[in-house]
């Protein structure tokens, strides 16, 4: 899995669409993976970035105590393979009994991590298969956003 991290919500270039790039965690690589966001989430998720308090927020709280209280902790959100070529989110939970894994929405999942501080994945294989943008020099116009079919098929159905 590559750890990544909320690098920004934009908005498409052509259509506005509001959408999110996730920029892995390590410094060396210069890739970024841009995914759609419904605009309710995408106004939440800019609220929580920024530091704000939002009601979704605070039930994302809630489940992070309930977890500790339960004995167990939120581990990673993970974006992984689905069938038909479509992406997936996971919860990954620790508990006494060992890892449970549950599926969850992926923008509900980059919400919960953001709130969370917990380590948000995605498998090697969606970034390989995902189109690759380099960021931009200054001096560079910004290179349009192009969303993964895998990705548009998993939050338009």
């Known amino acids: ?12 270039p052509t259509t506005g669409a509001p959408l999110i790039a996730l920029e892995p965690r390590d410094p060396s690589s210069r890739t970024r993976l841009v995914l759609p ?17 939002t009601l979704r927020g605070m039930v994302y709280t809630l489940l992070g105590q309930v977890a500790d209280i339960l004995g167990g902790q939120i581990a ?30 992926i923008a509900l999942g980059i919400g919960l991590a953001v709130l969370l501080d917990v380590p948000l994945r ?27 079919d895998a990705f548009r098929r998993a939050f338009s159905g």
């Open 37 to 53: 966001l419904s605009p309710a989430v995408a106004c939440s998720l800019s609220h929580e970035l920024a530091g704000q308090v």
């Open 122 to 148: 995605v498998a090697p294989q969606l970034v390989h298969d995902a189109p690759k943008l380099d960021r931009p020099s200054s001096a560079d116009p910004t290179p349009p956003l192009e969303v993964p």
């Open 76 to 105: 990673a959100i993970e974006i992984v393979p689905a069938p038909n070529g479509m992406a997936a989110g996971q919860l990954r939970i620790d508990g006494q009994a060992g890892a449970t894994v549950l599926p969850v929405e």
């Open 1 to 12: 899995m590559i750890d990544v991290r909320v690098g920004s919500v934009e908005r498409h």
